[in-house]
């Protein structure tokens, strides 16, 4: 598959640490009694399209952040290629509104109303249901004999939690970071919850990194989709800062995945094969 030389992924690295995608807008202020002009920070939201061998996938609505990496990603944890997919040539458009991916091998192309579909920043419900995917049904279950003591789990979260400048600029994206079992690694934000999940499995997967022994840390809910795109990625544990959901506990649990949900301050709740975190 496409591997990153080291200078490429170095000039990709420089070009997203660089950018801060926001915009200044004025605004009123009501504070107690109080009413004033002023303006604000927001963070960018753009519509993006990914396009697959010539053949259009989907449109993301995303925070216009490490593109490569979240057409990869997206591609990957979605199922339309596996791990050993040769991602020949991944060219974004210079204004950052579509990419074009070329790929080897297993491929699976959209079909019926799939083609063109609009992927919302929300919660997904312009999304087709990620247990059918576009391959054959649920992913092979996770295996890994990951240990983690719960201690480093949750440092780790706590420094996650304090280390996005957009967040702080603007309270409007969510994050997601790898993890090993000493300390942190990549991190990306976006505006949508699976956006931030899918760039960060991309930046592994175009870096070549082994997964079955990293954790994934994220700031959104912990629901069905998330536990199957941290699944397909080989992935074995998901912690998070907020809340999971019924089918996002019965999946983890059928498929192997340790989770974790409300790991802040200096508690957690795993409702997963918990047998990972000591």
Known sequence: RLILRA?????????YEEKRYTE?????????ESRAQADDMVVAEVPFTILLNGVEVATLLCYPSALTFLAAGYLFSEGFVDAGTDLSEIVVNEKGC?????????VRLPHGNLTGRLVISGCG?????????????????????????????????NQFQESSAVFRDTGAVHSCAICDRRALGYQADDIGRHNALDKVVGWSFLNGIDR?????????????EMVLKTVRAGIPVLVSRSAATSLGVSLAEH?????????RGGRMNIYSHGFRVG
């Open 24 to 32: 200044r807008v004025a605004i009123e202020r009501i504070e107690a």
């Open 255 to 263: 498929l192997g995945c340790t989770l974790i949900g409300f790991a």
């Open 125 to 157: 419900q312009c999304r087709v249901p990620l247990m059918q995917g576009v391959g054959n049904g649920l992913p092979a279950p996770v295996s890994s004999d990951l240990r983690m003591d719960h201690r480093v789990l949750i440092e780790m979260m």
């Open 98 to 106: 579509y990419v074009q991916v070329t790929a080897k091998g297993t």
């Open 7 to 15: 200078t490429e992924r170095e000039a990709l690295m420089k070009h």
């Open 212 to 224: 079955e022994d990293k954790v994934l840390l994220i700031t959104g809910r912990a629901s069905s």
